[in-house]
């Protein structure tokens, strides 16, 4: 599978945190990057199922992940 995921916004929201869950509630990477777009690393997570979300600005947006 990619060793990266690229993760968009529709538009610049200052600085937006990520944060990857996995199954069980457990925060398994996160960071943060300015402007609409970034590709993030997935070095060191296991396959499974995730959850990503990102906050930017006012909003919060999640999103499924499938590592393979």
Avoid: H, P
Wanted: hydrophobic share 35%; no cysteine.
């Amino acid at each position: 599978g990619s060793d990266y995921i690229n993760l968009k916004l529709n538009e610049n929201q200052g600085i937006a945190i990520y944060t990857i869950y996995n199954q069980l509630g457990q925060a398994v990477k996160r960071g943060s990057f300015t402007g609409t777009q970034a590709n993030v690393s997935l070095g060191g997570v296991e396959k499974g199922l995730y959850l990503v979300k990102v906050n930017a600005g006012n909003k919060d947006m999640t999103t499924k992940l499938v590592v393979e």
